[in-house]
């Protein structure tokens, strides 16, 4: 057990405990991401079914001015909403590079101005590429005029977003950052934008915008290959102590056996007693005769 105190050893155990403490948080890190994502994954799938709410229930009132109003959080995704207005087909925007299906294309948001005088982007749809190429600007039905009422899933402002810029003689951005795209139109905007259900008014002619189911398994299985390891650690510490400690009582052991060979190296020098290899032979032996007397006197 002494081997096993030792500074080497006391380090290596503060290391795998340490070690597996944080392998252990990562994997509830990891837990808590997949609770999330299947928690999304249960709102994507509710949202086909349920009725919808007003915008107003899910997202924050528009500042005054201009501007984004801050955004939802996560547990407000995909929340199936309706809003009542006009498009605003003047600040209509593009934006690039949107796969369906393997091809690439745009989507069409435009603002849907509400009766406060803020406004709601509005994702109509998917459009391909105008057959001419990537510098045409792509063909794609008008936002109906007047009053509409829009029905879709919320979707959170996208992160990485750029500039939004004129191509084509329309504006154009690659991610739908709302905040960016508050920044250039001239009324308050609401902090997430809304994906339209495919019966909405100015969705038809356009394809909607398929949802796709987060991967929650991935982190799942993240969590659990961490705990595995968490384990796997302190398994492995376990395994070379208990070698240690077996090498450790094979040479106690071995200290402590007695010595064979020196107790056999006494035997040649000191016959037992009564062993007739080693009696003596002067009785077998005639007594010499003193000198000068006469043999056989």
Partial sequence: MRALLTRRWLTVFALALLASFVMVLLGRWQWGRYELRS???????????VSPVPVGDVLAAAPSGRGAAPGPGEDRAWTRVTATGRYDTAQEILIRNR???????????????????????????WVPPHPDGITVAPDYPAAPAGTVTVVGRVHLTESGAGAVDQRNGRWETRR?????????????????????????????????????????????????????????ALVGVGYLARRDLRQEAAEQAAGAAPDLDADDSGADAAPAPGDPSGLDDSADRKPTAPAGSPAGA
Avoid: C, K, M
């Fill in 39 to 49: 928690a999304i994954n249960d709102r994507i799938d509710a949202s086909t079914v």
């Fill in 99 to 125: 796969t369906v299906d393997g091809q690439v294309g745009y989507e069409v948001l435009t603002p849907l101005l509400l009766a406060d005088g803020s406004a709601l982007l509005v994702d109509r749809g």
């Fill in 176 to 232: 739908v950052g709302v905040p960016a795209i508050a920044e250039r139109l001239p009324y308050p905007v609401l902090g997430a934008y809304v994906l339209a259900d495919q019966d909405t008014p100015g969705a038809q002619g356009l394809t909607a915008i398929q949802v796709d189911h987060e991967n929650d398994w991935l982190n799942l299985g993240y969590a659990v290959q961490w705990w595995i390891f968490a384990v796997g």
